[in-house]
C-alpha cells in the first residue's frame, strides 16, 4: 500500500518545515514569556498527574461518584488509561525544553519520546474503550472518542515523521499531540469553571467533552503557524 502520511503533514502544516530534516538547526532557549508559559504548564501537568494518582489506590471511593460502578467493572481499561495519560502529561513539558533536544541530552529526550508515545498508545487505547461508556451517553462517548482517536492518530505521525528523521514536522506533531494530552488539565478547569457559574453537572459534562480539546488544538495549530513566520 501507498504512504501517504507525509502528504498529510504537508498539508496541515507548511510547506517549509516540510523540507527540514533532522540537520535543521535547533531553536534558541525560551523566552521570558514563553518560559513563564512552560512553567504554568508544568504545574497544571503535576496538578493532573497528583489529581489522577488516586485511581493508583483502586479504592473506589475515590473514583468520578456518577462512574463508580463502570469503573469497577472495567478496572483493567480505566488504569491502561490512567497510567498511560499519566505518564504522558507529565513527561511532555520536558520534551518542549530547548536544552534537552541538544546535545549530550539528545538521547535523554529519545527515551523519554520513547515512554511517552508508549503512554499514548496505552493510555489512548484505553481512553477509546472508555470513552464507549462515558458518562453523559452518546454526546460525550463521540467527544471523548474523537478526542481518543486525534490523540493516537497524532501520536503515530509524531513516530512516524521522528522516524522519517523530519523534525520540525515532528515537533509540531508533538505540539499537536501535547494539546490534547492536556485536554486532561482543559477538562478539569472547564469543570471548576462551569462549577462556579452554577451549571447543571451534566449539562456542563456534555459540553466539557468537546470545549476540553477542540480550543486546544485550534491553540496548537496557531503556535505550529507561528513557528513558519519566523
Ligand atoms: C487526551 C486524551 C484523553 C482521553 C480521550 C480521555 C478519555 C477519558 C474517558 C472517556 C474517561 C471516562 C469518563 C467517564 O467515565 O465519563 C476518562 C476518565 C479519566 N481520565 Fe481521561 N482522557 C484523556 C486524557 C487524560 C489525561 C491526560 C489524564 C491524566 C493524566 C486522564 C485521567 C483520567 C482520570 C483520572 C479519569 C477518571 C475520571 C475522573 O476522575 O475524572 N485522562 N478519560
Known sequence: MKDYSH?????????RSKEQTISTPQKKAFSKKAGLG???????????????????TLNPDVYFPEQKGVYIANTTFLL??????????LIGPFQFLPKIRTGRLLNLHRWLGRIYL????????GGLYMAQLAYGGIVTRLGFTTLALLWLVSGGMAYKTIRNKQLEIHRKWMTVNYALTFAGVTLRLWQ???GISGLDFLTGYLIVSWLCWAPNLLVAFWINSRDNSV
Do not use: Q
Open 7 to 15: 502528504l498529510i503533514s504537508a498539508r496541515i502544516f507548511s510547506n
Open 38 to 56: 512552560w512553567s504554568l504548564m508544568l504545574f497544571l501537568a503535576l496538578l493532573l498527574f497528583l489529581l489522577a494518582s488516586r485511581y493508583l
Open 80 to 89: 491502561m488509561h490512567i497510567i498511560g495519560s499519566m505518564l504522558a502529561i
Open 118 to 125: 508508549l503512554g499514548i498508545l496505552i493510555g489512548g487505547t
Open 192 to 194: 471548576v469553571i462551569f
